[in-house]
């Protein structure tokens, strides 16, 4: 089995909104899919163990902002690479809401799907929630980035300068997952969410 | 509703390799995405009154090579644009098998994987699977293929010139549907795969 076939697999990028009470989030996924028609549904593939997935189980909810070609790292590093549960990602956001009064952000974005969860199914790492869009806007003719693109063009290259500072560890960029060592075997494979070690950054002592 | 934003979601492009009993078949979708990981898990959705659905709901496995840059309108054509219930659409190609003996083309491919069906759904419209990678193969660093490539580079447009031939019908080129009539509505959707009026090609009188 070659893992590296299943980094073959072709994706877009978004920004997944949701809302219980009155905790609000937004995350980063790249795991949106039309699977049916009339009525029109998706499918969303969740980390388990963050806040988004909790959000949407409890109010049955969620927005998906397709981000477009001019999104840059630091909506990763706000949406993707922070903890919903830590910090108000929100905070200082022209935030809007749709129709279920769910939110969502036009920066970056071409459209936005309103979606309401028929079922969800919880597959060990992720949990995969099956949903009707049951409204959805359109902002720009922009062109939809892709998670190739994610990985050729936005993320930041690692240094190759020599640095005097000591690796304690390597963080997952995608899921947030902590390895505890200076030395990443070059065949890792997150055991969160399956992505490989060139999706890992060090992390330094302090 | 603006039903364009649903276009806005990025796809691949895959050949479904799909066998029982003695029938085997392979079919072009757009739809196969990582859902989980440790075990890795893929969705696939397909179009229900095809032969594809049938024969893994039989099996409980399928193959999805995943297309690569190379790929022309040919392979849509062969794959795509006919139904395995009433040709043997793999007839003069080098079919291989992979570990669970489920036919597959390297042709315009630059992975494989091989899946074991551990749920599927039907959504009305089309049947969602849910499996496990349980092998995977790559054949070269090909760039893969979009959908959106697809729609902008690889299949035909429509000729501007005039035509003397009687347009009695509009194909549906993603799932076949035929629309009857000699006008389509440009803001017709097809009523079996969702997809715009853009995706119709005429069908003229014999």
Not at 57 to 67: E, Q, V
Not at 130 to 158: C, G, L, N, Q, W
Not at 176 to 199: I, K, M, N, Q, R
Request: aromatic share 10%; with cysteine; glycine share 6%.
């Amino acid at each position: 089995m070659n893992e590296k076939a299943i980094y073959d697999l072709t994706y877009g990028l978004f920004l997944i909104g949701s809302k219980a009470e009155e905790k609000e989030n937004i995350c980063v996924v790249n795991t949106v899919m039309q699977v049916a028609g009339s009525p029109t549904r998706v499918t969303l593939s969740c980390i388990n163990g963050n806040l988004t997935p909790e959000l949407i189980k409890a109010s049955g909810y969620f927005t998906a902002a397709i981000l477009d070609e001019t999104v840059e790292f630091d909506t990763f590093k706000q949406f993707g690479l922070q903890h919903g549960s830590d910090v108000n990602k929100l905070e200082g956001y022209d935030v809007e809401h749709d129709v279920n009064g769910i939110p969502f952000l036009k920066t970056n974005a071409c459209s936005v799907l309103s979606c309401k969860v028929i079922s969800c199914q919880d597959l060990g790492s992720h949990t995969l929630f099956i949903a009707e869009v049951v409204d959805a806007e359109k902002f720009s003719d922009s062109r939809p980035v892709t998670y190739a693109e994610y990985h050729s063009r936005i993320k930041p290259k690692r240094s190759t300068k020599e640095t005097p500072k000591e690796i304690i560890g390597w963080k997952c960029t995608i899921c947030g997952y902590v390895y505890e060592g200076a030395e990443l075997p070059e065949d890792f494979t997150c055991p969160w969410c399956g992505h490989p070690a060139s999706d890992f950054e060090p992390v330094y002592k302090e």
